[in-house]
């Protein structure tokens, strides 16, 4: 007789009898689970990487305005120069304006200029305007009498006469600028046409031609990355003592 203990158990799976591969559902739960593992990890990154670069902007914004603030402060009483700090431009009122047909500017224009180049190349070289200062745009604007091509061509020629009269001193003798900040005019100052664009208006929205006819200076400040990279700097011309300006 055959005691309980000696009877044979059934005999379990074996080891190799167990399956290996793990069931399909399984392998696309573990795989769906390490894809939200990555995307979470890349979301973060991306949102860090958006955070800081709105704090960079924001930070350029404050120092930019600085650098207006300061400009507009110094001209806050002068009789002509205004200093705008929301579309960084300077205008230059009655002095600032051209005749019919004409791109001279009174005489009243050297004189303000004569205040105002000074100020724009030292705050251009401060620490804040080395960091964001890029160029000023001289800009002439004509009204709408007259065809396209022709006010392109006047409009350049009264930005050109305001160049003429910052590098030339036969234009304008209450400039007097020595050779390193006649250098700085050249590298930062640049002369460009605007053709009736910007005519003004009055406050029935009708044309103010005689408003219209003026010169104004269009500040402009590096981006992030341009500030990051920086720009190439402009080439030395031949006699940068004896500019002579060619309009009559």
Same mark, same amino acid.
């Given at each position: ?29 573990? =795989? =769906? ?212 300006? =060619?309009?009559?």
């Amino acid at each position: 007789m055959i005691g309980p203990l000696m009877r044979r158990r059934p005999r379990g799976r074996s080891e190799g009898e167990k399956p290996f591969w793990i069931s399909y559902a399984d392998l696309m739960t573990a =795989m =769906m689970t390490l894809f939200l593992a990555a995307m979470a990890v890349t979301m973060v990154a991306i949102t860090r990487e958006v955070q800081q670069e709105k704090v960079k902007e924001v930070v350029r914004a404050e120092e930019i305005k600085q650098i207006c603030d300061g400009l507009e402060a110094r001209f806050s009483t002068h009789p002509y120069i205004r200093v705008d700090c929301v579309d960084n431009r300077i205008s230059f009122g009655d002095a600032g304006r051209f005749g019919h047909n004409d791109y001279r500017l009174p005489p009243e224009a050297g004189a303000s200029l004569a205040q105002l180049v000074p100020a724009v190349l030292e705050t251009a070289d401060n620490e804040l305007g080395r960091k964001w200062f890029k160029q000023i745009v001289i800009e002439g604007f004509t009204d709408t009498d007259g065809s396209y091509l022709y006010n392109l061509h006047l409009s350049l020629q009264r930005s050109e006469w305001v160049m003429c009269m910052l590098l030339d001193p036969r234009r304008s003798s209450d400039l007097k600028l020595s050779s390193a900040q006649l250098q700085r005019v050249r590298d930062l100052f640049l002369a460009g046409g605007v053709s009736f664009n910007g005519a003004k208006r009055d406050e029935g929205n009708n044309e103010d031609k005689n408003a219209s006819r003026r010169v104004e200076l269009r500040l402009q400040f590096y981006g992030l990355k341009e500030q990051e990279v920086g720009v190439p700097t402009r080439p030395t011309f031949a006699s940068p003592t004896d500019d002579r300006c =060619m309009l009559p």
